[in-house]
């Protein structure tokens, strides 16, 4: 409710308008599997490799800083290579 008033007052509301329009009508391809692929699948798989290098290495470093070291530093080499990985057969399509 209060959107809708500060636009009524607001000199660039036919603007917005345009805008928003030509957005919705455009036909450019959806960004949303370039977005996915970019940043939800290297943020996932760092996450899991972190949990399971930690609960693979418990058994066998016993220090907690050096094992949460470990784990981070493997979980960074893992999601570096997902990372070159997708680059590599992105380019290798496109």
Do not use: W
């Not at 308008?17 to 699948?41: D, H, I, Q, W």
């Not at 490799?49 to 016993?62: D, K």
């Not at 800083?65 to 992105?90: D, G, N, P, Q, Y």
């Amino acid at each position: 409710m209060v959107q809708q008033e500060f636009c009524q007052t607001c000199e660039h509301k036919a603007d917005c308008r345009t805008v928003y329009r030509e957005l919705g009508n455009s036909t450019s391809p959806s960004v949303a599997a370039k977005v996915v692929l970019a940043f939800l699948l290297p943020l996932l798989v760092f996450i899991l490799t972190l949990g399971i290098s930690e609960r693979l290495l418990i058994g066998v470093i016993e220090k907690d800083h050096v094992l949460t070291a470990a784990s981070f530093l493997l979980a960074l080499l893992v999601t570096f290579a997902c990372i070159v990985i997708i680059k590599a057969v992105r380019k290798s399509f496109c």
